[in-house]
């Protein structure tokens, strides 16, 4: 691992020096986003959606996507898939913003980070969880965040290009649900630490624009566990099996569609808290 990563800090470097000196490329200012979770759903989508020929796309998941990767090279667009479990958040945040110091913000026209990736744990009651779930899913859906949220403010604090941070939230952050302990917290814990960070960077000249944004209900291998639960444990089972029956969840192309606009929007970050629904 430390092998790869070297070479990929190497590539950042080289990449700055390319973007200025080459007169092919020197014109064309890249949008930094850095994606977590992009290996399957909403996420896979968003990585797909982002490959236009401007990107400079670090995608950080458990596992690579070699499709993404001959997308990227027919769009002309740069990308680097780093495979990291962010069960191990403080090492990808370190690895982060290591690489974020080695780039030059003069080859960019904008930086974003998408904290995109979360874990359901087992739906049962919190009495009945293991502590080895609890600790996952919220390692990775809310220290995870946390530390990569610091790493990139803390790397690009000086840097004069817009800077976004996107968190994705949930629905369950801010309404409870029984057998969903972990998974509610996270979110829940994820909206108000994005609360807490839009106070800090309004005090900054250029202080980053920051949401917690809840996207709706998307057709993922998640809503596939939670309609396919004993509902004896899970009593809202019932609930997501009649939301897939009545063709009410959106398709994780869709959903990123109306993600990304929402990214997009001149007022992002006015509401730290937010929803795609209005």
């Not at 014109?27 to 930094?32: A, D, G, Q, S, T």
């Not at 080895?132 to 690009?156: C, N, S, W």
Request: charged share 15%; proline share 4%.
């Amino acid at each position: 691992m430390d092998t790869w990563y070297a070479a990929h800090c190497g590539a950042a470097r080289r990449y700055s020096a390319r973007s200025l000196h080459t007169p092919q490329t020197a014109l064309l200012m890249h949008h930094l986003t850095i994606l977590t979770g992009a290996s399957r759903g909403m996420g896979l989508a968003m990585a797909q959606q982002l490959l236009q020929a401007d990107a400079l796309l670090l995608c950080i998941s458990r596992q690579t996507n070699s499709d993404l990767t001959e997308q990227a090279q027919r769009a002309g667009a740069t990308l680097l898939q780093w495979p990291q479990d962010l069960n191990d958040g403080a090492t990808a945040a370190a690895q982060l913003g290591t690489w974020l110091q080695a780039l030059d913000p003069r080859t960019l026209a904008s930086a974003t980070l998408i904290n995109n990736a979360g874990v359901i744990p087992a739906l049962v009651p919190l009495s009945e969880s293991a502590p080895a779930d609890l600790a996952q899913a919220l390692r990775v859906g809310l220290e995870a965040p946390m530390q990569l949220t610091a790493a990139f403010l803390g790397a690009t604090r000086s840097w004069a290009v817009p800077r976004k941070v996107l968190n994705i939230s949930s629905g369950l952050g801010r309404r409870a649900m029984a057998s969903q302990a972990a998974y509610c917290a996270a979110k829940a814990g994820m909206d108000h630490f994005t609360r807490c960070v839009a106070l800090d960077e309004a005090l900054l000249a250029n202080g980053a624009k920051v949401c917690s944004l809840a996207p709706g209900v998307i057709d993922t291998d998640m809503q596939l566990q939670l309609r396919s639960s004993d509902a004896t444990r899970f009593p809202d089972q019932g609930s997501f099996a009649g939301l897939h029956a009545q063709g009410q969840l959106t398709s994780p192309a869709d959903a990123a569609r109306r993600v990304l606009a929402y990214l997009a929007r001149e007022d992002f970050g006015k509401d730290a808290v937010g929803d795609v629904r209005g």
